[in-house]
């Protein structure tokens, strides 16, 4: 996997600093071809240090129906993609109403979601 050495590299050294690297995908099952890929490199970024957790996404009614990151829970990046989930560009959102409404939905959908390998295993 030498294209994502240099993701995963980054990942383990932050993280061997004390940063934390956590995610919950929401995603539609069955699973897309992009998701299916998602959980196959989620084996290898999860081994470097980061935390990735899945929620069907039937199980995620209450929680936005877009894609977003959140960066030490103060800044908030809104992904925009189109109907055939290529990526458009980030939206960075700084409201602070707005990115804590965010972090309650990150929060709520950590607490929903299961680990990678119990949710490849479904």
């Known amino acids: 996997m030498g ?3 240099n993701w995963l ?12 690297f956590a995610r919950v995908r929401i995603v539609t099952t069955p699973l897309t071809d992009y998701s299916r890929f ?12 980061e935390n990735i957790r899945y929620l ?4 995620a009614s ?3 129906d877009y894609d977003y990151w959140l960066f030490d829970s103060l800044k908030l ?7 055939d989930e290529n990526f458009l560009g ?13 972090n309650y939905w990150r929060d709520a959908a950590w607490h929903k ?3 990678r390998d119990e949710f490849s295993t479904k």
């Open 38 to 49: 998602g959980v196959y490199c989620s084996q290898y970024t999860n081994a470097a240090g």
């Open 113 to 115: 979601a299961v680990q």
């Open 56 to 59: 069907a996404r039937h199980e």
């Open 77 to 83: 990046v809104r992904m925009h993609f189109d109907d």
């Open 9 to 20: 590299t980054m990942i383990s050294e932050a993280t061997a600093t004390g940063k934390r």
């Open 90 to 102: 980030g939206e960075i959102i700084d409201d602070p109403h707005t990115i804590i409404k965010h």
């Open 3 to 5: 294209w994502f050495q």
């Open 62 to 64: 209450d929680l936005p």
